[in-house]
């Protein structure tokens, strides 16, 4: 059973930063391909960030890019995503999911891409409220 855990979150002026962390524990699986999502009313869960904790590449959104930066703990499978230059458009709730594999189904590594149904553990989600 794999748990993952979120933390982080809040209300923030545009233009502020947020930190949120996220950490996958509970298995015996020694690495994670750990994503952040993002889900606003009336819109569908979008693929912000991705890395595999064991090394490789990140992934980031074209609307995150130069803004939102993954970095990662010495404590094994725990990743940060912070997020700078805040606007509104990144208003929603923010989930972390994790998956065992590397090599996603549709060919894609951890990193390339974060597709929802490439992950199966998902955290509970935090609210990102971005104001003017």
């Known amino acids: 059973q794999v748990q993952v855990t979120e933390s982080g979150g809040g209300s923030v002026q545009a233009g502020g930063s947020l930190r949120l962390s996220c950490a996958a524990h509970g298995s015996t699986y020694t690495g994670f391909c750990l994503g952040w999502f993002r889900q606003s009313p009336g819109k569908e869960r979008e693929g912000v960030a991705a890395?595999?904790?064991?090394?490789?590449?990140?992934y980031y959104a074209d609307s995150v890019k130069g803004r939102f930066t993954i970095s990662q703990d010495n404590a094994k499978n725990t990743l940060h995503l912070q997020m700078n230059n805040l606007t509104l458009e990144d208003s929603g709730v923010y989930y972390c999911?994790?998956?065992?594999?590397?090599?996603?189904?549709?060919?894609?590594?951890?990193?390339?891409?974060?597709?929802?149904?490439?992950?199966?553990?998902w955290g509970q989600g935090t609210q990102v409220t971005v104001s003017s």
């Open positions: 999911a994790a998956d065992p594999t590397a090599l996603k189904a549709g060919g894609n590594w951890c990193g390339e891409a974060a597709e929802p149904g490439d992950f199966g553990y």
């Open positions: 890395r595999y904790t064991l090394g490789g590449m990140t």
